[in-house]
């Protein structure tokens, strides 16, 4: 079965510092979602990228996918405390749901 | 729109005791999941429903049992509860061919 791996664990960076969280499979990708988890609560949609080489944007965050490393990255450009909560990154596991990995921390400090 | 709704959104059961977690989503999707999160594990996938009628297992699906009940409501019943199924969970929804899921705001269970 597929594994995702979050990295890092947990990420505690200064108001306006950018910052990048990586997601690593253990077998091809074939698609890679981002969500965001503010505490206790559910899981909003960040982005979708379906094909190597990838990126999108939305406003300050932007993700990558590079198929041949089984990789996606989300990067975060002058991070704001509205940035803050668990990311995650998912896998379809093909019509039956996602695999998801074990999400990153993210602290802002002001 | 109200997207994915759950309720309840807290319980706390003793072990043994039954409950039904009812799931509902307002967007015409075909497929809805339910998952848990527990710390450390993620988010794993325990039941889902590709189309109204039918329900598959997912990773996780020991003590569990779902119902299809339309295409907009998608239930999950626990009939015995166990400490271990303590978690939060989450039902989703997607429409045909995998497409984004989108997620409800969880229901926080304790089982004591």
């Known amino acids: 079965s597929q594994e995702l791996e979050q990295s890092p664990q947990s990420l505690i960076v200064q108001e306006g510092k950018n910052l990048t969280i990586n997601c690593t499979s253990s077998?091809?990708?074939?698609?890679l979602y981002w969500y965001k988890q503010k505490y206790g609560e559910g899981l909003i949609f960040l982005m979708m990228?379906?094909?190597?080489?990838e990126e999108k944007s939305h406003e300050k965050i932007t993700a990558k996918l590079d198929e041949k490393k089984q990789q996606s990255s989300l990067h975060i450009t002058a991070s704001q405390p509205s940035h803050a909560g668990i990311y995650l990154c998912?896998?379809?596991?093909?019509?039956?749901?996602?695999?998801f990995g074990k999400g990153t921390h993210l602290i802002i400090q002001p | 729109n109200a997207g994915v709704t759950q309720t309840p959104k807290f319980q706390v059961l003793k072990t043994g005791q039954s409950m039904t977690l009812q799931c509902a989503q307002d967007?015409?999707?075909?497929?809805m999941y339910w998952y848990r999160q527990d710390p450390g594990m993620g988010l794993r996938l325990i039941y889902y429903?590709?189309?109204?009628?039918?329900?598959d297992k997912g990773e996780v699906p020991n003590g569990y049992n779902v119902s299809r009940l339309n295409k907009r409501e998608f239930s999950l019943r626990l009939e015995s509860a166990a400490p271990s199924q303590t978690s939060v969970y989450f039902c989703?929804?997607?429409?045909?061919?995998?497409?984004?899921?989108?997620f409800g705001p969880g229901t926080r269970l304790t089982v004591l």
């Open positions: 989703a929804s997607s429409g045909a061919g995998g497409t984004t899921q989108y």
């Open positions: 077998k091809t990708l074939y698609g």
């Open positions: 990228l379906q094909k190597g080489g």
């Open positions: 998912g896998a379809p596991r093909g019509a039956d749901g996602l695999t």
């Open positions: 967007m015409n999707h075909n497929s």
């Open positions: 429903s590709a189309s109204e009628g039918t329900t």
